[in-house]
């Protein structure tokens, strides 16, 4: 079975910075991407940003220019490091791993909060 457990949500101000991570565990075959989707209340889920095993990553327009996303592969762990945080960020954001095992398998995290508020 895998796990994800994600780290380094919290409330912050406006203009601030966090780091979130996440970590999977288990049996790890071979990862095709890992990525971070967030949801705010009353919204749906939406994609926050998403990196391949081989360093590519997109975006979703909000957050390009204030997000990176890193990862560590030896680790089979993923970062996102945000920066000039906006309140619209409020939301539980969550970790997702495709991994190739039998096909195609999606994994999810539970999720970590983030407020941003003054």
């Known amino acids: 079975q895998v796990q994800l457990v994600e780290s380094g949500g919290g409330l912050v101000q406006p203009g601030g910075s966090l780091r979130l991570s996440c970590a999977a565990s288990?049996?790890?075959?071979?990862?095709?991407?890992m990525g971070w989707y967030r949801q705010a209340p009353g919204k749906q889920r939406e994609s926050v940003a998403r990196?391949?095993?081989?360093?590519?990553?997109n975006y979703a327009d909000s957050v390009k220019g204030r997000f990176t996303i890193s990862l560590d592969n030896a680790k089979n762990t993923v970062y996102l490091q945000m920066n000039s945080l906006k309140p619209e960020d409020t939301a539980v954001y969550h970790c997702?791993?495709?991994?190739?095992?039998?096909?195609?398998?999606?994994?999810w995290g539970q999720g970590t909060q983030v407020t941003v508020s003054s």
């Open positions: 997702n791993l495709e991994m190739w095992a039998a096909g195609l398998n999606a994994y």
């Open positions: 288990g049996i790890i075959f071979s990862i095709k991407t």
């Open positions: 990196i391949t095993s081989g360093g590519g990553a």
